[in-house]
């Protein structure tokens, strides 16, 4: 394989937006310049989620208010899913709901039970400009929903309630990067 046809290979790790940081709640803008900057935004996104060991990365986490997610992420069936999607809309988020296990690279070492939907699609663009539509099931459609919540401005955490949600804020405020 080609080292320049391996995600993020070329990209330089880019520091991580923490929670608290109000870019995680302000709803991200459209692309509209598909030139050398954006493959570059997503060269560095692979980066800096691969660095983190996470499975997907919105850019308002590494401070780009801008409508673009990256993720390499496996479904339930352990097929690895690896891509990523400028400006994309949750076209169908259906099936059934479960509550998972779900963490995020902007809450290091934390997470909850959240629910989500098993399915979900999502249509955007390549960072060329070409129209992709991704299919997701399990884990993977969770992914796919957790990123496009970011681009809203939302984190998992708001979906939360109770003392889920309280449990999760609480050892937010005492992490080390919560201070």
Known sequence: MRHSSIPGARGRVRPLTLLGDPALHTE???VTDFGPELARLVEDMFATMYAAEGVGLAANQV????RVFVYDCPDDEDVRHVGHVVNPRLVEADGVVLRGPEGCLSLPGLEAGTERYDHAVV?????TGEPVTVHGTGWFARCLQHECDHLAGGVYVDRLSGWRKRRVLRKAARAPWGR
Do not use: Q, S
Request: with cysteine.
């Open 63 to 66: 401070g780009v208010p801008l």
């Open 123 to 127: 249509e955007g663009f390549t960072a």
């Open 28 to 30: 991200c803008a459209e």
